[in-house]
């Protein structure tokens, strides 16, 4: 039998810690509700690296759009709303709903383009 291990290291640092490029970005800052702007640094992100925005709709446009102005890929919350109340609605009900239908319709509904 053979056994794969890999390490992830988990770094949580204040925003004015930030110097080094990351693979993941979260931004589950306030910054968004408050159509502010993104409270770090281009720097941090690595090329290609998942720049996370936990709001959505208008209020993720902001850090979506700069997450692409600097190579990230850009990716809001909306998919996570979803997928949390397709859980809990299993659970309370015994069904699960077909959340992948759920958040296109979601979209659609929202006119927030896919993420």
Do not use: C
Not at 13 to 31: C, R
Not at 43 to 55: C, E, F, I, K, Q
Not at 86 to 107: D, H, K
């Amino acid at each position: 039998m053979q056994v794969l291990l890999s390490k992830t290291e988990l770094i949580a640092l204040d925003i004015q810690g930030l110097e080094a490029d990351f693979d993941v970005i979260i931004n589950a800052s306030a910054s968004s509700l408050a159509g502010a702007g993104v409270p770090v640094d281009p720097r941090v992100l690595r090329p290609g690296a998942l720049a996370y925005d936990m709001m959505y709709g208008p209020a993720a446009a902001g850090f979506m759009s700069w997450a692409t102005e600097h190579g990230a890929q850009p990716r809001d919350g909306l998919g996570m709303l979803v997928e949390q109340a397709a859980e809990a609605f299993e659970l309370w009900r015994g069904v699960r709903p077909p959340s992948g239908q759920v958040l296109q319709e979601m979209r659609e509904k929202l006119q927030v383009p896919g993420a």
